[in-house]
């Protein structure tokens, strides 16, 4: 079976502030996005790219003359690309839905999937490569992630009647070094993350992750090695940071 990457991109980014949809913000004058199809496209284990846009057909059709353009492409759907074939659908109304649209696209042919976010544009090839090759070696679900900088503390689910800013009182802080901050892509086993989206869907639960689900089911899910270089763009401080990463790489 063939491998694809499902690139969630229909998020409006109001951490970031007001502007483009966050997928169409620019770095180096070149949309995030258009980053990380550059950077699942240049797997070797990659030759399907699935980008969910935020679903206004303006956009659908922007992002799709955006990414063919990106892949060397003919612009048009389906528009193949040395290496990688793309197809553009458009997104929901949360991060999990517009994972799950991506996913219903995917042709019968493709047994292993990467999600990756648009908004982490700057993920190095070969942690792509080791997520990837993780799921090949038998892994149902493979997670890059680093150690954190910061200690973590645990407060109580928020009553109606805080504040915001008002003083939170700490229930617990879980031991650091037992702690993993998690990046993308995440890589998946088809099967079980199709399963396991569509039993959270049922149950009308959410989550944050897609990893998060398939541990939901009780299936096994491994953390390697995630980068620095793969941080998500959220924040405006986030940006300056993208811009100075890439100034390096490009300098
Ligand atoms: N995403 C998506 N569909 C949504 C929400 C998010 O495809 N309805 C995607 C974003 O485009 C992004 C990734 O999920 O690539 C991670 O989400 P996040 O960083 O939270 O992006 P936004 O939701 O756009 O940002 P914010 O939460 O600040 O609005
Ligand atoms: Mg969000």
């Not at 493979?142 to 800013?165: N, Y």
């Not at 959270?200 to 990893?211: C, F, P």
């Given at each position: 079976g063939r491998t694809a990457a499902v690139i969630p991109a229909a998020g409006r980014g109001v951490r970031l502030g007001p502007g483009a949809p966050k997928a169409l913000r620019t770095l180096g004058g070149v949309p995030m996005l258009v980053h990380a199809v550059r950077a699942m496209a240049r797997a070797r284990a990659v030759s399907l790219v699935v980008v969910v846009a935020p679903p206004e057909e303006e956009a659908v059709a922007e992002v799709r003359a955006l990414c063919a353009q990106a892949l060397g492409g003919a612009g048009t759907a389906g528009g193949t690309a040395p290496g990688a074939e793309l197809l553009v659908v458009p997104g929901g109304g949360t991060r999990q839905e517009s994972v799950a649209r991506g996913l219903a696209a995917l042709p019968a042919d493709v047994d292993v999937?990467?999600?990756?976010?648009?908004?982490?544009?700057?993920?190095?090839?070969?942690?792509?490569?080791?997520?990837?090759?993780?799921?090949?070696?038998?892994?149902?679900?493979?997670?890059?992630?680093?150690?954190?900088?910061?200690?973590?503390?645990?407060?109580?689910?928020?009553?109606?009647?805080?504040?915001?800013?008002?003083?939170?009182?700490?229930?617990?802080?879980?031991?650091?070094?037992?702690?993993?901050?998690?990046?993308?892509?995440?890589?998946?086993?088809?099967?079980?993350?199709?399963?396991?989206?569509?039993?959270?869907?049922?149950?009308?639960?959410?989550?944050?992750?897609?990893?998060?689900?398939?541990?939901?089911?009780?299936?096994?899910?491994?953390?390697v090695p995630g980068h620095e270089e793969a941080f998500k763009v959220t924040r405006p401080l986030d940006l300056v940071l993208a811009e100075a990463v890439l100034a390096r790489r490009e300098g």
């Open positions: 999937v990467l999600v990756h976010d648009a908004a982490r544009p700057l993920v190095p090839v070969a942690t792509v490569d080791a997520v990837a090759a993780a799921v090949r070696a038998g892994a149902p679900a493979v997670v890059p992630a680093l150690p954190l900088a910061d200690t973590v503390k645990q407060i109580a689910p928020r009553t109606g009647a805080q504040e915001d800013g008002a003083p939170e009182p700490v229930v617990a802080t879980p031991e650091r070094a037992l702690l993993r901050a998690v990046q993308t892509p995440q890589g998946f086993d088809r099967a079980v993350l199709a399963a396991a989206h569509e039993k959270i869907a049922l149950a009308g639960e959410g989550a944050t992750d897609d990893a998060g689900m398939v541990e939901r089911l009780g299936l096994p899910v491994v953390l």
